[in-house]
């Protein structure tokens, strides 16, 4: 686990769970980033039972090896062979603790038909969905996830410096996009933070175009948004790139978005909110002219998920920074039929203001 101790995680949620208005007496978990956190599992299926003096991993037969070595600290549970699964397991569990009476479960995780399931599997239950408990404690990283997202900001970096010299009239955008998820696991990453962005030309006017089999022509601003995973941790970075000369009027919208990022960072501190940071860039976006042309939100948390919680929006008055957070600044202006601009560095705050983790040039850069 390249953090924290499972102790120090474990007394986080049950300290979460004590303070709830509404007492439970358990928490299930299913979520796999929620429970990799607590954890340090890295398979894919698990469910985690915490309660004020124990914890207890429930898992099949394929993880069980690995599970005993990565789940420190937790007491193993094997699901019964055959059909029963995980709800024959849960409700063995549960029925050899009859003090727990409330059942929290995470409500954003389980359909409709799990619940009804599980409920019948133990209909003397009384279920309480709960919201978030464990993200956001995510939301604040410790030392050893900071160094995680640094590793996985490097090898994203580095990928792109491998390829950049593709950046040239008649690449395709598939066909770079490809060579740089490539880079990224040949340099490291276990995978891609997501499907990597490449949008040129007018197509650059949709913030999440998928990657097409349009070639890269002279004259071209192409927008470039990627990210590594490594160990469970994501970066996440954009850039745009001119390809051979560019406009007065490229040069103009990309010295806006510099500057509505580089006004939003210099603000970033411990107290600050989500929206006041969001409302920086956006003012001064919207002073220039553009302000229908910014769309989306100014950033979001990162970590184990790529959106590892709430971000810079205007909808984030209640998101008050606090060190060891890691959120994206990533202003953008997109004009329908010339395309657009956006740039992104990931950020850390801390005690005295905030960390720039990416470190790539993001002044305009034309390749000739």
Partial sequence: MPAETSPNRLLKVREALASRDVSIDALLLTDLDNIGYLTGFTGSTAQVVVTPSEALFITDSRYTVQAARECTGFTQVETPRGSGGYGEALQNVLKERPIVQKLGFEAGNVTVAAWEKLRELSPK???????????NLRMVKDAGEIATIRHAIAVAEAAFLSVKHLLVPGTREQDFARELEYAMRR??????????????????????????PRPFVTGDFVTIDWGACVDGYNSDITRTIGIGAVTSRQREVYAVVLEAQRLAIAAIRPGATGKEIDAIARDYI??????????????????????????????????????????????GIYLEDWGGVRIEEDILVTEGGCEVLTSLPNGLEVLL
């Fill in 187 to 212: 340099g490291g990453a276990e995978g891609t933070a997501f499907e990597s962005i490449v949008a040129s030309g007018s197509q650059g006017a949709r913030p999440h175009h998928h990657a097409g």
């Fill in 125 to 135: 239950l009384e279920w309480i969905g709960t919201e978030n408990l464990v993200e």
């Fill in 286 to 331: 919207t002073a220039q002219g553009f302000g229908n042309a910014f769309g989306h939100g100014l950033g979001h948390s990162l970590g184990r998920d790529v959106h590892d919680g709430p971000g810079l929006s205007v909808r984030s008055d209640s998101l008050i920074l606090s060190p060891g957070m890691v959120l994206t600044v990533e202003p």
